[in-house]
């Protein structure tokens, strides 16, 4: 079994490896060949490991290849199967696979192709790696892999300023969480000299009475808080969480497969994933659940509202990212771990089918994006048309779609929590819930049906290529297709998974707590029960079909109507309101459309402020202290004591020797004398 | 009277006087014979010394000799590293007019000499494994008799070898002085039963033992002859000289410091602590002031094994373990930095200056890069194998409580870095001021391949080689 | 354990003041009149030649050494051959293996030509 654990991630990297260094001899064809392939081995061994730890229950923790041991440190490579990690392989094999055929048709005219299937089949071993380490090193190891393969698909048009920018932001604001995540394993590490996970996760509960977190002299902090809270922050940089968010939306700069890949399936959800495999840390920590409540509740809200004032398609459904991935946060906090994987599940299909279907749409309009000048697309499209719908559904959570299922548990499971930021939380996601109903559909309104607005005769001397096709838009050949429609169909069932994956005991081994794998007391146990919104639920759960009927009568139903209603009315009725509304409340509108000044701000104070900062301490520290002094100063240094050393190489034979006779007066005396 | 285990001596003896017989009955044209035979026997005498593993620590031959794992390791080392620098030197040597098979033979004998002092357990024995190499080290610097350098070099080296090894034995024969013992068992109990820092005698002789062993590993201030004569002797001995006797240095240190005087350690760890503090300052600081590439690495030699005797001294198995792990991967990127010099060369023009590296990337990239790797090694960046030897011997030196050692090693390294980029800069950003197309032999260009991706996949997964290094010590009692 | 070394001393300290005695006494008592004839080298009563210092053919380094492994040879065998009776077949193959080393060093010196002059 270990060789095919091992193969999963390995045949990806194979595919990589392969159209990445040998793509020119190996041809276009050679190089999505080849990484399809290496994505499809993982995907199916994947299928028969899920199979045998779901089905036959035989989880698997063990290392694989210690890489070194340092001071009874081990660093390792390790896989930890169990029913959360085999999931998120699913999902990741899965969705990398659909976007590796879609991506045939979507970058066929690219002369970067071969490179942007390495690219992406990079990704899909370093995702593997994280979500099946054993422990944290693997898991930083992972983390950063998929950061630098992001970084690097944004800028994959390396020619286009704004990509650079995008992909520069990204990469430093992915700095900043990574630096509270390292921080973070360094706590473990030094807490509990190891960094394996069940380890860890058997010494955590012991710290969580010590209260001698020392960064000052008189400050003492609760350890499995601090951790926590670190920990934490690096999933706020992976997985775009307020204040952290801002470089998600701009790397829509990157090509259409790499948002539906990266930014909306996989990529970011490494913080949800992440914060669910730590569930034993942080069930430890009150005040770092409260953070999370919070800043998920937050990101869930605002992020919608500025999906409203969005007009560049794919930046529409980015902020709905940012907003979805607010709830799986939320869920979290509420520490509903399995409701918000399970929504990280479902919401990788539909986001991942919105994505693609938003890139048909551009390839139909010729690489344009504004949605403004879209419109009626519903009769050329038509299977775009349909799995869009499917995909906006699920997203807004209509009874029986996937997304339905999902939300609604968050939204139930922030309702039961205890925790005192679940009241603001609750408020949040259920006004979220009307806002992401309303993005949704004035996107899908503003695209499919209404008025042609796009104009049929500009793309005569278009750039890319698109001739022969005459001037009306048309449906996207098989390869876009195919994968939309394989992405719609779990966008309508996974939910239907809700029996086996939540109420039941799917994650009990994986997230909860384990007794024989973690070694938690059962004092313990059962005090972390106490905190299970979703044990509390499945009290009163009756099955699949009862559930949708409560969802019927229960406010997010209405409410995700209401929004749908609305942007019906506004934007396909009467847009005598809109312009009203827009009249009235003009502020709001720049307020979002400056998305709260928030790149201003960093853009001002951070960006700005560091440059001149570091203009500052270029012009003195720089180059008086350090260059003048230190840096050429030991440099200089340093090469005249060479210079001046050298000369005692006089290559006089006598010389030599007596360096090594007075070597020995030296030695001889130091003994006697000392 | 136990002559097995000295097996593989015995085997490679005999062949090496078969193939000087043999030699002298051939035609000039025909030493590719006597090449290919060469290498036959360093494999074979290898697979010999790996069939003698056995975990067993056994002793014969009057309690002169010993057989162990560490020998072995140490044997199958200093053999695989001679052959693949005898596959780099034939390059060498038929492009000039020196294509003949004394260079093979003498280095039979070094490797002879070697093996003696690896498998050595008395006194007398590392004496005479260290004369047998010595003096073929020194026919070979000569080796290139019209050239005014090697033998101006070949002199030096002779004058203060004789010196070295007169200072060695005049060591052990005050501790035979002391002790009437030569065995190391032996010595080691009368050691034992000392209290080694108030014996003034004692420490006499350690400090004269010392003196040998530094010398042959080239530390400060017993280091002066390694620039000149890395610099005079031909290329293909400077690949020679500068890998696979350091393999043999080490064992003299373990078997000798180590193994015999293992009491002594609070006296002679202060000696190599000193000596290789200064050979790590020193080697790094000239070696920025070269720009002649041989004596640039001799002085990086320097303080690569002022490394390997900071590792050694912590008399820890940890200690002993890295210093192995650090010699072995050490000698196999000297072996490839050499070689790419040999590379560089042709007929009547030696590459020796740091000039002579501007552009290879233009000139053959792969060189270039396998070039840079092994820079990369030696000034210890990750990932490749000189960052985790590096690694692991500050590892050791910390774990022994010497904390600022291990902070000026790290400063030190840091220092070093600088002349090693500035090597890889001219490979890669430079112009070319040589246009002589590069070319090789298959064989040469297999090795150097695998020897320069050995150092990156030592680096990723060094357990496997670290785990044999210490498991040596541990079947060794060190 | 000194005391032992005594005479060794006393023999360095007679030996040490002999010399100087002696040296002392021809310095002292001799009559010191140097002229340009006296002060000039000379060789077995005729002016010198050419400068002493000239290079000698290498052969005759060549016959030395080779010289020299064969009296040390010699050196060996006389000692071997008076206890031979004590160290029996032991011996006889220990010498046996060194002699057929020396004598592969002889063939191939001999094959290399170091034998002939010219």
């Known amino acids: 079994m270990e060789a095919i654990y091992l193969a999963i991630p390995l045949a990806p990297l194979f595919g990589a490896i392969a159209a990445g260094l040998f793509g020119k001899k190996i041809g276009r064809a050679g190089a999505h060949w080849v990484t399809i392939l290496g994505v499809a081995v993982a995907f199916l061994l994947s299928v028969y490991v899920a199979y045998d730890v779901m089905g036959n229950g035989n989880s698997y923790n063990g290392t694989v290849y210690t890489w070194a041991v340092i001071a009874d440190i081990r660093f390792e490579i390790g896989f930890m199967l169990d029913n959360l990690s085999t999931m998120m392989m699913l999902v990741v094999t899965f969705v990398s696979l659909m976007v590796h055929i879609y991506t045939i048709g979507y970058m066929h005219e690219d002369p970067g192709y071969q490179r942007f299937f390495s690219y992406i089949s990079l990704f899909t071993f370093s995702m593997l790696m994280l979500v099946m380490s054993n422990n944290f090193l693997q898991l930083f190891f992972g983390w950063e892999a998929v950061g630098l393969v992001s970084y690097l698909l944004i800028g994959f048009w390396f020619k286009k300023d704004t990509a650079i920018y995008a992909n520069m932001k990204a990469f430093l604001v992915n700095r900043v969480g990574d630096f509270g995540f390292l921080l973070g394993i360094a706590a473990v590490l030094l807490y509990c000299e190891t960094l394996d996970y069940v380890q860890v996760f058997a010494r955590i509960p012991q710290l969580s009475g010590a209260n001698d977190f020392k960064v000052f002299e008189d400050t003492k902090w609760h350890i499995p808080t601090v951790i926590a809270i670190l920990l934490f922050i690096g999933a706020m940089g992976k997985s775009a969480q307020v204040p952290l968010h801002v470089w998600l939306p701009d790397s829509m700069e990157g090509p259409t497969p790499i948002s539906a890949l990266i930014h909306a399936a996989t990529m970011v959800t490494a913080g949800i994933f992440m914060v669910a495999r730590m569930s034993p840390i942080f069930e430890l920590s009150d005040t770092a659940l409260n953070l999370i409540l919070i800043i998920g509740a937050t990101t869930a809200f605002f992020m919608g509202l500025i999906g409203i004032v969005q007009n560049d398609i794919k930046r529409v459904v980015a902020y709905s990212t940012l907003s979805q991935l607010g709830y799986m946060t939320v869920a979290l906090g509420a520490s509903a771990y399995s409701a918000g994987v399970f929504h990280l599940m479902t919401h990788a299909f539909f986001k991942a089918l919105l994505f693609l279907a938003a890139g048909s749409v551009i390839i139909a309009m010729h690489h344009e994006q504004d949605i403004r000048k879209m419109g009626g697309l519903k009769k050329y499209m038509p299977i775009t048309y349909w799995t869009s719908l499917i995909g906006s559904l699920a997203l807004i959570g209509f009874p029986g779609f996937s997304g339905f299922f999902s939300k609604d548990l968050i939204i139930e499971a922030v309702h039961e929590s205890h925790l005192w930021a679940a009241g603001y939380a609750y408020t949040l996601v259920l006004l979220g819930v009307f806002v992401t109903a309303f993005y949704s559909f004035r996107m899908f309104f503003l695209v499919f049906h209404g008025k042609e607005r796009f104009d049929t005769h500009g793309h005569g001397h278009d750039d890319h290529g698109h001739h022969g096709h005459g001037d009306k838009p048309h449906e996207s050949p098989w390869v876009v297709t195919v994968p939309l429609i394989a992405l719609a169909i779990p966008s309508v069932f996974a939910g239907y998974l809700l029996d086996p994956m939540v109420v039941g005991s799917f994650f009990k081994n994986a997230i909860f707590v384990n007794d024989a794998a973690h070694g938690f007391d059962l004092g313990l146990k059962s005090w972390l029960s106490a905190h299970l919104a979703i044990e509390h639920m499945s009290a009163e759960y009756h099955g699949v079909m009862g559930f949708i009927l409560h969802g019927l009568m229960a406010p997010p139903f209405w409410l995700a109507m209401a929004g749908l209603a609305t942007a019906w009315f506004i934007y396909l009725k009467d847009d005598s309101l809109a312009r009203w509304a827009y009249d009235k409340f003009r502020w709001l509108h720049t307020l979002l459309d400056r998305k709260y000044y928030l790149d201003d701000f960093n853009q001002n104070v951070f960006a700005k402020g560091s440059v001149s900062l570091g203009n500052g301490l270029w012009s003195f520290g720089e180059r008086v202290m350090i260059d003048g002094f230190v840096v050429n100063g030991a440099a200089k240094a340093v090469g005249w004591f060479s210079g001046v050393m050298r000369h005692l190489q006089t290559g006089y034979l006598y010389h030599y020797a007596f360096s090594m006779v007075a070597g020995i007066l030296l030695m001889l005396t130091w003994f006697l004398f000392f | ?478 | 354990m000194l005391g032992e070394y005594l005479p060794i001393l006393v023999f360095l300290a007679v030996g040490f003041g002999l010399a100087v005695v002696l040296l002392g006494l021809g310095l002292l008592a001799g009559p010191r009149r140097p002229d340009a004839e006296k002060d000039s080298p000379f060789e077995c009563g005729f002016p010198a030649f050419e400068d002493s210092r000239i290079k000698f053919d290498v052969r005759y380094y060549l016959v030395a050494i080779l010289f020299i492994i064969f009296d040390l040879e010699i050196a060996f065998l006389f000692p071997w051959a008076i206890v031979l009776d004590t160290i029996g077949v032991f011996g006889i193959v220990a010498m046996g293996i060194f002699l057929t080393i020396l004598i592969v060093g002889f063939i191939y010196e001999w094959k290399k030509g170091a034998l002939e002059w010219e």
């Open chain 2, 1 to 478: 009277m136990n002559i097995v285990i000295a097996m593989p001596e015995i085997f490679l003896l005999s062949t090496i006087c078969l193939i000087l017989l043999l030699d002298v009955f051939l035609r000039e044209d025909c030493r590719m014979i006597t090449y290919l035979l060469t290498q036959v026997a360093l494999l074979a005498t290898a697979l010999l010394a790996y069939g003698a593993m056995d975990g067993e620590k056994t002793t014969g031959l009057n309690g002169m000799y010993v057989r162990d794992d560490l020998a072995g390791v140490l044997k199958i080392s200093i053999l695989l590293l001679t052959f693949v620098v005898f596959v780099y030197a034939r390059k060498y040597l038929k492009d000039r007019t020196i294509w003949v098979s004394e260079f093979f033979l003498l280095g039979l004998f070094a490797v002879l000499g070697m093996l003696v002092m690896v498998s050595a357990n008395h006194l007398l024995v590392v004496y005479l494994g260290l004369e047998l190499l010595a003096l073929s080290m020194y026919a070979l610097v000569a080796f290139n008799r019209d050239d005014g350098r090697s033998s101006e070099a070949a002199m030096k080296y002779f004058v203060l070898g004789a010196i070295a090894s007169g200072l060695l034995l005049y060591g052990i024969s005050i501790l035979y002085g002391l002790s009437g013992k030569l065995e190391f068992a032996e010595v080691l109990t009368y050691v034992s039963s000392q209290n080694v820092l108030e014996n003034i005698p004692l420490l006499f002789a350690l400090v004269f033992i010392v003196a040998g062993i530094a010398f042959k590993f080239g530390a400060v201030p017993f280091h002066m002859w390694v620039p000149d004569v890395y610099q005079g002797a031909p290329t293909a001995v400077t690949m020679f000289l500068g890998s696979v006797p350091k393999v043999a240095a080490l064992a003299m240190l373990l078997r000798v410091l180590a193994e015999s005087m293992g009491a002594a350690q609070p006296g002679w760890a202060q000696l190599l602590l000193v000596f290789g503090l200064l050979s790590v300052f020193l080697g790094n600081l000239i070696a920025i002031a070269q720009f002649n590439l041989k004596r640039m690495l001799a002085y990086s030699t320097i303080a690569h094994m002022g490394f390997i005797l900071l590792g050694a001294l912590t008399g820890t198995t940890e200690g002993y373990s890295a210093a192995l792990f650090y010699t072995i991967t050490y000698a196999m990127m000297a072996a490839g930095g050499f070689a790419i010099l040999i590379l560089l060369g042709r007929e009547g023009f030696e590459a020796e200056t740091l000039d002579d590296l501007k552009g290879l990337n233009e000139r053959n990239p792969w060189y270039a890069f396998i070039m840079m790797v092994f820079l990369f090694s030696m000034a210890g960046i990750p990932p490749t194998v000189g960052f985790y030897a590096k690694l692991s011997i500050i590892q050791a030196v910390m774990q022994a409580g010497y904390l600022w050692p291990a902070v000026f090693m790290v400063v030190m390294s840091v220092i070093g870095a600088y002349y090693y980029l500035r090597a890889i800069k001219m490979i890669y950003f430079d112009k070319p001021e040589q246009t002589a197309p590069i070319q090789a032999e298959l064989d040469f260009n297999i090795l150097i391949s695998v020897n320069g991706v050995l150092m990156v996949l030592l680096g990723l997964f060094p357990s496997a080689l670290m785990g044999v290094c210490s498991a040596a010590m541990v079947a060794s009692r060190l």
